[in-house]
């Protein structure tokens, strides 16, 4: 029982460790709380977290400004497998159409970790997108968003979506919300994961 516990904390610090670490750019720090094979799936971007990180470097260059923020936390560990799940805001200034807007997302962190050679590490980031909504930083300043645009998203991101395609992103339009076929998958992934099975998500597997 103690050692459940002191490997829950120290899973919980890793993602506490991950928002501290990507929102300050601290990158040396942040890549340790992956393994070599960590994949990070984004509405903005999917791949190893080297790839990640230097997408993250690229976008401060731009000006590109997302910050990060946690609440509950949830873990189930078996073996040296672990899911956990975070609630989280991401929250995204930018432009649309001229008109300086913060656009927040709120959902969940649902990652996959295991222990290797005693050492826990995050392999798979997942999120979750709950439900998001788009303010104007000046409420009389004018602002029509396409609808046909706004539409192609998930409501669980479109809001975010619109503003990251808007800066010069390929967003990625079959994310997990809140219900339907895409998180149900996540779910039984997870399952699996714990199980000690073979995994595939996104193309890509881990043993």
């Known amino acids: 029982m ?10 919980r610090e890793l993602i506490d460790n991950w928002v501290i670490w990507r929102d300050a750019g601290l990158w040396d720090k942040f890549r340790t709380v992956w393994h070599d094979d960590g994949r990070m799936m984004a509405t903005w ?15 401060w260059e731009r000006g590109v400004s997302i910050l990060h923020f946690l609440g509950a936390f949830s873990c189930e560990i078996a073996g040296n497998r672990a899911v956990t799940q975070t609630k989280m805001t991401i929250s995204q200034r930018g432009k649309v159409h001229k008109v300086l807007v913060d656009v927040v997302c709120t959902g969940r962190f649902y990652d996959f970790f295991e222990k290797r050679n005693g050492k826990w590490g995050m392999c798979l980031r997942q999120p979750i997108y709950e439900k998001d ?7 009389n300043a004018p602002l029509d968003l ?3 645009i706004l539409s192609k998203f998930p409501t669980g991101y479109q809001h975010l979506a619109y503003l990251q395609s808007q800066v010069g ?7 997990p919300g809140l219900k339907g076929p895409e998180v149900e998958a996540l779910y039984r992934t997870g399952e699996n994961w714990l199980a000690n099975k073979q995994i595939t998500w996104a193309g890509h597997s881990w043993g």
């Open 45 to 59: 971007t999917q791949g190893l977290a080297d790839e990640f990180i230097e997408m993250n470097k690229q976008g």
């Open 169 to 175: 992103y390929p967003v990625k339009s079959d994310m």
């Open 2 to 11: 103690q050692k459940k516990f002191e490997d829950k904390l120290t899973l």
């Open 146 to 148: 396409d609808q046909e």
């Open 133 to 139: 909504r788009m303010d104007r930083i000046d409420p």
